[in-house]
């Protein structure tokens, strides 16, 4: 426990044998503590580690104050909750194998977004408030309870009335987390009333499904649920909310959540080819098997790079560039993160060819999952570099050469994605014109091969333009990630006119 200057700390007493005086010293001492707790306990909470059994939540990042602020890491029970999301990736991953049609993709897609709707509204929580306590993390077990019995019922529509069900425990918990802090925090109380009624819409919606019962009810409520979550989101931030009514978030702490979740999604692809093999009878542990899982790895690691090239310090990160960039921020992850689980599964069919040889060749749903999710994640990537950089690179100051490389990285950036929906296209036609097998090591290796061939291209043009540019492209190597001087735009328009970002301070002097 961290002790302010005003308590004596090289005062604090053990045993009896000290001073009349000196004990009386520790016994005051003792007091100040508790009436510091006591205090902390009715809205002065620290972070200090300190858990009381009720405190009231708190704004993490002041609009008024002058300076930035610091950064928070996530904590341990944002993590646990990360190990119940790996569970929910893999049921999720196998529920889309087992049906891999229309009905089974439409199941695939609303249980994905539902998902990510509980995580992310718990998320975008914690990086706008302190609440640690007991009382919390009692609501966040109920939470983890309803999300866990979520995971256990993700199987299509077959356990569509047990789904249903666990969402309404998971959203009940997150009503009260949210009515708590309206309770305490006046000046969030506009936004709060927004975010409580589309969590009150959710759980309304599935108790109709419950009550109606029927595979075309829960298809309808579902897809309304996830339309309804993302309307009112978009529809109150952008034209309803008042500046003054909007409640910044930590930018750090939410972009690492979002890096988290990734890590999650991409950690289901490497179970596809690693863990679920483990009892592989030796003469199946053939020279194409280690070949597949190589590029597997590979692919998979070669995402991350591609993800983690250009994370951009807070100054001009999408969610601080405007409350229209940071929405559409968010959106593109949940398509990106959608698109690699369902690559995963793609993986998934690989394998098994590889390793039965009853099934030794893919069909073309199964090839179309693998390239087309892909196609989507490398569409992602692009969008959310447009969301960060467009506008901002390259700068005025760049010299030709300099600005010729960039538009290189633009270009680079811009048609990669197009190269799996070929891929993709041309498997789908031979397969279907001229009768040839879809063997799975080449779609694997053309997989990983574009996939790695694009990270590493681009990552020669950020080792030239560290080099050769002086408008302040550097290289952060604590974060691993390019890092942009905040002078590239010393007067942008752009962020001048939407001043309020979408969780974080007005730009600064030098953002502005």
């Given at each position: 426990?961290?002790?302010?200057?005003?308590?004596?700390?090289?005062?604090?007493?053990?045993?009896?044998?000290?001073?009349?005086?000196?004990?009386?010293?520790?016994?005051?001492?003792?007091?100040?503590?508790?009436?510091?707790?006591?205090?902390?306990?009715?809205?002065?909470?620290?972070?200090?580690?300190?858990?009381?059994?009720?405190?009231?939540?708190?704004?993490?990042?002041?609009?008024?104050?002058?300076?930035?602020?610091?950064?928070?890491?996530?904590?341990?029970?944002?993590?646990?909750?990360?190990?119940?999301?790996?569970?929910?990736?893999?049921?999720?991953?196998?529920?889309?194998?087992?049906?891999?049609?229309?009905?089974?993709?439409?199941?695939?897609?609303?249980?994905?977004?539902?998902?990510?709707?509980?995580?992310?509204?718990?998320?975008?929580?914690?990086?706008?408030?302190?609440?640690?306590?007991?009382?919390?993390?009692?609501?966040?077990?109920?939470?983890?309870?309803?999300?866990?019995?979520?995971?256990?019922?993700?199987?299509?529509?077959?356990?569509?009335?047990?789904?249903?069900?666990?969402?309404?425990?998971?959203?009940?918990?997150?009503?009260?987390?949210?009515?708590?802090?309206?309770?305490?925090?006046?000046?969030?109380?506009?936004?709060?009333?927004?975010?409580?009624?589309?969590?009150?819409?959710?759980?309304?919606?599935?108790i109709l499904a419950l009550v109606l019962d029927s595979a075309k009810?829960?298809?309808?409520?579902?897809?309304?649920?996830?339309?309804?979550?993302?309307?009112?989101?978009?529809?109150?931030?952008?034209?309803?909310?008042?500046?003054?009514?909007?409640?910044?978030?930590?930018?750090?702490?939410?972009?690492?959540?979002?890096?988290?979740?990734?890590?999650?999604?991409?950690?289901?692809?490497?179970?596809?080819?690693?863990?679920?093999?483990?009892?592989?009878?030796?003469?199946?542990?053939?020279?194409?098997?280690?070949?597949?899982?190589?590029?597997?790895?590979?692919?998979?690691?070669?995402?991350?790079?591609?993800?983690?090239?250009?994370?951009?310090?807070?100054?001009?990160?999408?969610?601080?560039?405007?409350?229209?960039?940071?929405?559409?921020?968010?959106?593109?992850?949940?398509?990106?993160?959608?698109?690699?689980?369902?690559?995963?599964?793609?993986?998934?069919?690989?394998?098994?060819?590889?390793?039965?040889?009853?099934?030794?060749?893919?069909?073309?749903?199964?090839?179309?999952?693998?390239?087309?999710?892909?196609?989507?994640?490398?569409?992602?990537?692009?969008?959310?570099?447009?969301?960060?950089?467009?506008?901002?690179?390259?700068?005025?100051?760049?010299?030709?050469?300099?600005?010729?490389?960039?538009?290189?990285?633009?270009?680079?950036?811009?048609?990669?994605?197009?190269?799996?929906?070929?891929?993709?296209?041309?498997?789908?036609?031979?397969?279907?014109?001229?009768?040839?097998?879809?063997?799975?090591?080449?779609?694997?290796?053309?997989?990983?091969?574009?996939?790695?061939?694009?990270?590493?291209?681009?990552?020669?043009?950020?080792?030239?333009?560290?080099?050769?540019?002086?408008?302040?492209?550097?290289?952060?190597?604590?974060?691993?990630?390019?890092?942009?001087?905040?002078s590239i735009r010393a007067s942008t328009d752009q962020d001048q006119?939407?001043?309020?970002?979408?969780?974080?301070?007005?730009?600064?002097?030098?953002?502005?």
């Amino acid at each position: 426990m961290r002790f302010s200057a005003a308590i004596p700390t090289d005062k604090i007493l053990f045993g009896a044998s000290a001073a009349p005086g000196r004990i009386q010293e520790g016994h005051e001492l003792i007091w100040a503590v508790v009436d510091r707790l006591d205090g902390r306990a009715y809205g002065e909470m620290s972070e200090d580690g300190v858990r009381l059994l009720y405190a009231k939540p708190r704004i993490i990042v002041d609009l008024d104050a002058d300076e930035e602020y610091e950064e928070k890491a996530a904590q341990w029970w944002e993590l646990f909750l990360d190990l119940m999301y790996v569970a929910a990736a893999s049921n999720l991953a196998d529920a889309l194998k087992d049906e891999l049609d229309r009905e089974g993709a439409l199941a695939y897609v609303l249980m994905f977004s539902i998902f990510f709707n509980g995580w992310l509204f718990y998320t975008l929580h914690q990086t706008r408030f302190v609440a640690n306590s007991m009382f919390h993390l009692g609501l966040f077990y109920v939470f983890m309870l309803g999300t866990a019995l979520m995971v256990v019922n993700c199987s299509a529509f077959e356990f569509a009335h047990g789904f249903s069900a666990a969402c309404i425990i998971q959203r009940v918990a997150l009503l009260l987390l949210y009515a708590d802090t309206y309770a305490h925090v006046p000046r969030a109380r506009m936004a709060l009333t927004i975010w409580i009624q589309i969590i009150s819409v959710a759980v309304v919606g599935f108790i109709l499904a419950l009550v109606l019962d029927s595979a075309k009810a829960y298809k309808l409520i579902w897809t309304g649920t996830v339309l309804l979550d993302a309307y009112f989101h978009l529809h109150h931030h952008l034209f309803r909310m008042p500046e003054e009514h909007r409640v910044p978030l930590n930018i750090d702490h939410c972009a690492e959540r979002f890096s988290c979740m990734l890590l999650v999604i991409l950690g289901e692809s490497i179970v596809s080819c690693v863990i679920n093999y483990r009892d592989l009878p030796q003469d199946a542990r053939s020279y194409t098997y280690y070949a597949v899982m190589a590029l597997t790895l590979l692919m998979v690691f070669a995402l991350a790079l591609i993800y983690y090239m250009l994370l951009p310090p807070r100054a001009i990160h999408a969610m601080r560039r405007s409350v229209v960039t940071g929405s559409a921020f968010v959106l593109m992850h949940q398509i990106m993160l959608c698109a690699l689980l369902g690559m995963g599964v793609g993986v998934k069919f690989v394998m098994i060819a590889v390793t039965d040889d009853a099934i030794d060749v893919l069909t073309i749903p199964e090839m179309l999952l693998l390239f087309v999710c892909l196609s989507i994640a490398m569409l992602s990537f692009f969008v959310i570099r447009l969301l960060h950089f467009w506008g901002r690179q390259p700068t005025p100051k760049d010299e030709p050469k300099v600005r010729k490389l960039k538009y290189a990285w633009w270009a680079l950036v811009g048609v990669w994605w197009l190269i799996p929906l070929i891929f993709a296209v041309a498997g789908a036609m031979l397969k279907h014109q001229m009768k040839l097998r879809i063997e799975p090591f080449p779609c694997m290796l053309l997989a990983c091969g574009t996939i790695f061939i694009y990270s590493f291209l681009e990552t020669i043009l950020a080792h030239v333009l560290v080099h050769v540019s002086e408008d302040g492209l550097g290289m952060n190597s604590q974060h691993g990630a390019i890092q942009f001087k905040r002078s590239i735009r010393a007067s942008t328009d752009q962020d001048q006119l939407c001043p309020a970002s979408y969780g974080s301070f007005p730009p600064t002097q030098s953002d502005s």
